[in-house]
């Protein structure tokens, strides 16, 4: 079992940065593959951003891709998204999640098996 709790959202103008937190708790943190994932109001939920087990690996959603950038520090067992020049369309709930079966991580959120509650991303023009 993980539990995962995410913070760090707000309200931002366009342009703008914000750094999300993810702290997991329970089994083996360093050993799951994590990604971050976002629904806004009235769409599906999305990828955004996931980081292999080892860290080595990251992979982006193509909207995201050069403005925001995965990291993980295993030793205070904390997942992080760094958010530059945000964008109004990137205004959702935020969701980091652990997949522990997975070594490189992926961008199907079915893969997925423990989420966070979320946090509130707004970004205004």
């Not at 999300?20 to 943190?29: E, I, K, N, T």
């Not at 806004?40 to 087990?53: D, T």
């Not at 997925?112 to 991303?121: I, K, L």
């Amino acid at each position: 079992q993980v539990q995962l709790v995410e913070s760090g959202g707000g309200s931002v103008q366009a342009g703008g940065s914000l750094r999300l937190s993810c702290v997991a708790s329970g089994r083996a943190f360093s050993r799951c593959a994590m990604g971050w994932f976002r629904q806004a109001p009235g769409k599906e939920r999305e990828f955004v951003a996931a980081v292999s087990w080892s860290g080595a690996f990251t992979y982006y959603a193509d909207s995201v891709k050069g403005r925001f950038t995965i990291s993980r520090d295993s030793a205070k067992n904390t997942v992080s998204l760094q958010m530059n020049s945000l964008k109004p369309e990137d205004t959702a709930v935020y969701y980091c999640a652990a997949d522990p079966d997975s070594t490189y991580g992926s961008k199907e959120s079915e893969t997925y098996d423990y989420w966070g509650q979320g946090t509130q991303v707004t970004v205004s023009s």
